[in-house]
């Protein structure tokens, strides 16, 4: 699904927010394939609200890069 999609269909960002609250790891690794990683993510977050809210556990991002 692109960007173009999401801001002009609105059929395409319902589906999205759906699949983002039916499997929300799932969603959330899926958009981190988006992203450079050094260390890519395995578990996109702790949701428990235990203590503190965690994302992306154990993944290193390559935020700074020269081509």
Known sequence: MSVADLTTNPSS???LHARSLADPDGFWLEQAQRLEWITAPTEAGDWSFAETISTCAGSTMACSMSR
């Open 13 to 15: 960002r319902a589906a």
